[in-house]
């Protein structure tokens, strides 16, 4: 089928397998569905594995608003080489002794249990960071010295859950913009040793866990014809209050002419709630996300508005 318009405006969660780069995986979504408007919240790594959000159609123009403040991660740590990547794609740059106790479980539980926490961390010098508009990746590869500046990050919880002689396997959830591969590193330097990421599976980016993605295989199984019975919320994947348009809104609302606030229902929609000023609502009708708006006054505001609905709400 020749890429287009298929009609379909959605959101997918994706299983990433390895090996693969973020944007294969929308060319992948894009081949299979016939639609050229495919996009990605969230990039993941060649090496990673795990959830990735992918718009389709206007579902795209979600990517933006998706906000996924915490990911889980099921990370590898190999410990003994250092890389300039800081992952096992890298070439090494370091190499340590690896301590006799990183073997001991209890050890390596109390050590990874005290990874909760805020941290300042350095992303690696192979990432998608701009330095002086260019990416730092690309600056590394093409032999510069490339210096980031750090950042917050923080560690919401963190388990060990498999430990060997050179390595450990570590359950975390993060805050957004965390580098798991910048742990391992900061890892291996302050057991006095050297790390790197030897494997990365994401579980989770916000809203969506692996229970919620498909395999690209049945996205190429569904195709445009029926991927949209496994879509995602997109209501419920931005996490905002509920506002179903009734009688003429929806004609208003397509125009970009103000509303009433109206009745507003929670994230679950089981109650009303109260909209703050300048809090944002989800404009909806019967299954689909009509747009996002804000309140002012006695009024809702048009932020983005989705003409064809984002289908998928439930």
């Known amino acids: 089928m020749r890429r287009g318009k298929s009609g379909l405006n959605l959101l997918l969660g994706v299983d990433k397998p390895l090996g693969m780069t973020s944007h294969d995986v929308v060319m992948r979504v894009r081949r299979s569905l016939g639609e050229g408007r495919v996009g990605h919240a969230g990039t993941l790594d060649p090496a990673a594995s795990g959830v990735m959000v992918v718009g389709v159609g206007q579902g795209t123009r979600l990517m933006g608003l998706l906000t996924a403040e915490e990911k889980t991660y099921v990370a590898e740590v190999s410990f003994g080489v250092e890389t300039d990547t800081d992952d096992a794609e890298g070439r090494p740059v370091r190499e340590a002794p690896v301590p006799a106790d990183l073997a001991d479980r209890a050890f390596a539980e109390r050590t990874v249990a005290s990874l909760v926490g805020r941290h300042s961390q350095v992303p690696p010098a192979y990432s998608a960071i701009s330095v002086n508009g260019k990416r730092a990746y690309a600056l590394a590869r093409s032999g510069k010295e490339v210096e980031l500046e750090p ?9 060990l859950v498999a430990v060997g002689p050179a390595e450990w396997t570590v359950a975390l959830r993060v805050s957004k913009g965390t580098y798991v591969r910048a742990i391992a590193r900061d890892l291996g330097r302050a057991l006095g040793t ?8 994401r579980t989770s980016s916000g809203r969506v866990d692996l229970t919620r993605c498909l395999t690209l295989e049945e996205v190429d199984a569904l195709g445009a014809a029926h991927v949209s019975e496994r879509c995602l919320d997109p209501a419920a994947m931005l996490g905002l209050p509920y506002r179903e348009l009734v009688g003429k809104e929806p004609t208003d609302v397509a125009c970009g002419r103000r509303i009433e606030v109206g009745r507003v229902l929670g994230c679950d929609r089981a109650e009303e709630v109260a909209l703050p000023e300048g809090g944002r609502v989800a404009l909806c009708r019967a299954d689909r996300l009509m747009g996002v708006w804000w309140r002012r006054g006695g009024m809702l505001c048009c932020d983005v508005n989705f003409p064809d609905g984002v289908e998928g709400v439930r």
């Open 151 to 159: 950042r917050e990050v923080e560690v919401f919880s963190a388990q």
């Open 194 to 201: 050297a790390a790197h990421l030897s494997n990365l599976r």
